[in-house]
């Protein structure tokens, strides 16, 4: 799962989530999210990237406090599954301090239990015993309320100030604040260069997201976990003791092809390194070197843009690489999203948009577009309306429909106008002429019952007028142009 959540956590985006799944390998938090699950066929979205590293824990020795909640509304398979992913974490540091799960957490580093309620206890101290360790975790039980406040500062008092261990709180919560202070002691905690990482399982209750973001070090990005899945805690817990435990990396090079179907439209310039967009769908994000020394995190925003007029669920992403200088391997998820274009007609294909730059100070620039064919045959409506008794200071809103009637006398849409009238300045009311409201009409869309196949047929056309401010009007004086020719039309008023 990803240290991620969502900017402004709802509903569907908690399905969204599950759907987009963070992978991790050689110790690297790796995040590809997308901030909704529906848009509309021209519709934008915000994509995430995020990645997080620290330095060895072999060679660079680390204090980390587990944080544990077991309040009432752990029973059952939350407190199971917490309980499996904290032991999970314990082996995971064990094997990383000294290459082996032989007992004994090595190299220096220790970890320590704290576990809260309605009040906060030390389960344990800093200690390197993994049996210890698992003894107090599998002898957790649930009942009570939820003190974070308290459970911050019995972690923060295990650490010996004089050590020069790097220090590490893992907060895991299923729930809001219920008991004790509204405010946790963070803030301290973090300018003392404690690194807090938090863990959110959305409970019966719900969860506050934004304060998970508050406690944890920065970036959100990849320093918090939201999952409504208590079976997701086990992989949460294995991925950030992988991430503690592994390297940094140096000359990192990410590169983003978003799916054809999108182009981008913005970049947000990230929390660490450089990004640029090189072509309408492609942006390349480098970083120069990423928790070589300490923890730390990198998150980047851009925003696309759906210019396909396909629906349907859609990958984000066609492509995305990682390179680095120590050849880690990374893999991001690959979040998709469901386009609603509605019932989209198209009587002739789109055209092919075709890019072109002007250079420098050019004056001028020469591009082949390519060919252009006639695509079907058509003719053009040309309908001229007066709009009566318009009184000097109103506007009038116009609309349009036009359609043509088959021999059943169905109705099939071919086209709408709106234009809004602005007002006039003379002494008395007067009628207006609206002139040159123009349709096109392909004559593959005939259906008025002519010979098929032909290009001169009479069509069956009816129109519709409706406005929306309060200008009386009345009905509309309809003068063919010569581009009507041949064509009946039934008039029939909407006023």
């Known amino acids: 799962m990803s240290l991620f959540h969502p900017p402004a956590y709802d509903k569907k985006e908690e399905r969204l989530f599950l759907k987009n799944k963070e992978e991790r390998k050689n110790g690297h938090y790796k995040l590809k999210q997308i901030n909704t699950n529906q848009i509309d066929c021209d519709g934008t979205l915000k994509v995430t990237l995020a990645l997080s590293a620290a330095p060895d824990i072999s060679s660079n020795p680390t204090d980390i406090v587990l944080v544990l909640d077991r309040s009432g509304s752990m029973a059952g398979s939350p407190l199971a599954n917490m309980k499996i992913g904290a032991k999970t974490f314990i082996d995971i540091i064990d094997e990383a301090t000294d290459s082996s799960q032989d007992g004994n957490i090595g190299s220096g580093s220790r970890i320590g239990i704290v576990s809260f309620s309605d009040t906060a206890v030390a389960d ?51 729930g809001k604040t219920t008991a004790g202070p509204p405010q946790a002691p963070v803030a301290a905690a973090r300018a003392s260069g404690v690194i807090i990482y938090c863990i959110g399982l959305i409970g019966a209750d719900g969860i506050d997201v934004n304060v998970l973001n508050d406690w944890a070090t920065d970036p959100d990005a990849s320093h918090v976990a939201v999952t409504p899945d208590d079976a997701d805690l086990e992989e949460l817990f294995k991925d950030l003791a992988a991430n503690i435990s592994k390297p940094g990396a140096t000359n990192i090079v990410i590169d983003e092809v978003v799916n054809s179907d999108f182009v981008i439209t913005g970049v947000t310039p990230p929390t660490k390194g450089t990004a640029a967009v090189v072509g309408t769908n492609t942006l390349q994000w480098k970083i120069q070197e990423l928790g070589v020394s300490a923890n730390e995190g990198a998150s980047l925003e851009f925003y696309i843009r759906h210019v396909s007029q396909s629906a349907g669920e859609k990958l984000v992403n066609q492509s995305i690489t990682y390179s680095d200088s120590e050849g880690n391997a990374v893999t991001f998820p690959a979040p998709t999203v469901t386009v609603d274009c509605g019932v989209v007609v198209n009587p002739e294909p789109c055209p092919i948009p075709v890019n072109l730059s002007v250079e420098g100070c050019q004056d001028s620039v020469v591009i082949d577009a390519g060919n252009t064919y006639l695509e079907s045959l058509g003719r053009i409506l040309q309908l001229d309306v007066t709009v009566k008794n318009v009184c000097p200071g109103k506007r009038v809103a116009l609309a349009v429909i036009l359609t043509e009637v088959d021999s059943n006398g169905n109705e099939y849409p071919r086209g709408m106008k709106t234009i809004t009238v602005p007002a006039h300045n003379y002494s008395g009311c007067r009628d207006v002429l609206v002139k040159c409201i123009k349709f096109v009409l392909p004559e593959d869309l005939d259906v008025s019952g002519g010979t098929p196949n032909a290009i001169c047929n009479t069509r069956n056309l009816r129109r519709a007028l409706s406005r929306t401010i309060s200008t ?7 003068q063919p142009s010569p581009f009507a020719a041949g064509r009946n039309k039934r008039i029939v008023s909407a006023l």
């Open 124 to 174: 344990t101290q800093l200690i390197t015993s993994v049996a210890t360790l698992k003894n107090a975790v599998d002898a957790l039980s649930a009942g009570g309320s939820t003190n974070h406040a308290d459970a911050f500062a019995k972690a923060t008092q295990l650490f010996d100030p004089l050590s020069a261990n790097a220090k590490v709180i893992v907060m895991f919560t299923d």
């Open 472 to 478: 009386r009007i009345s009905n509309a004086a309809i």
